[in-house]
């Protein structure tokens, strides 16, 4: 079936990450999710068992840094302390997997691109990813280069007293989010090769959009099972968003 794209006015960021579990299954599309998602499910997997197997010993002492003055509400900040926990590994873990899979992933966004376009980009297939392997993997360091001094700082908040249990894994959630709409809205704007300052720029113009997909993900990644096959669905919702809002403005017809 055809695909028709979506005026802006009428699309949120709930509707490409829906759009994505659309898209992931789509004729022709299938075998290029294979690979990716063999190294989420892989890594993504192993992680999180390992992760929860160390829950048990790592929240006594993180609420152990609560003053005493506010252990009554330990009982309400545990669960903030679980999820703020899962959301630093999970978006640490998957800004690994990424970067091991993001030859592939530029390939599934590219491919799904040509499908939903009809117009596939010059040369493209695998043998292209691969010649063009050097300047991807500088893309992913350029990504991490961005996202690490900010992730720093705001690790640095856990571990201020009240501050880091109550208002700190709130600021990480909303840059978690932030950032994995970067990541994966990345694969196809760096496919057209777009600087990552004017894809930043680009992805401000729709910025609460960008972030509700980034929330979405955000959960998906966290949430055992669903979690291992996140990767590819990311990716081809936000390859959908590419084609509906951003292609026309670096794409000439």
């Known amino acids: 079936m055809p695909y028709t794209p979506f005026p ?15 898209l992931v299954s789509r004729p022709g599309i299938k075998r290029y999710v294979f690979l990716p998602l063999l190294v989420n499910m892989l890594l993504m997997g192993s992680t999180f068992w390992w992760l929860f197997s160390q829950l048990g010993d790592w929240l006594p002492a993180m609420l152990s840094h609560i003053p005493h003055w506010l252990q009554w509400l ?30 592939f992933c530029g390939l599934l966004a590219e491919q799904l691109e040509g499908h939903l376009t009809g117009k596939p980009l010059a040369d ?5 990813i691969v010649k063009d392997l050097p300047r991807i993997m500088a893309r992913e360091w350029r990504k991490l280069a961005y996202y690490l001094p900010r992730a720093l700082l705001l690790l640095a908040l856990y571990f201020i007293p009240g501050l880091g249990q109550t208002v700190a894994p709130i600021l990480w959630f909303l840059f978690s989010a932030w950032m994995l709409a970067i990541q994966y809205c990345d694969y196809p704007f760096d496919n057209h090769k777009v600087s990552f300052a004017d894809m930043r720029r680009a992805l401000r113009q729709y910025k609460a959009d960008n972030v509700q997909f980034g929330t979405l993900v955000s959960l998906f ?9 996140i990767l590819p669905v990311a990716v081809c919702g936000a390859t959908a968003m590419w084609v509906d809002r951003y292609r026309a403005q670096f794409v000439r017809s």
């Open 74 to 103: 330990s009982y309400l900040l545990w669960p903030l302390v679980v999820i703020s926990v899962l959301l630093v590994f999970g978006y640490l873990f998957s800004t690994i997997t990424n970067l091991i899979a993001a030859p």
């Open 221 to 229: 990644t966290i949430i055992p099972i669903l979690n291992l096959v």
């Open 124 to 128: 493209t297939g695998i043998f292209s």
């Open 8 to 22: 802006a006015k009428s699309t949120n960021g709930i509707h490409y990450f829906a759009e994505g579990w659309r």
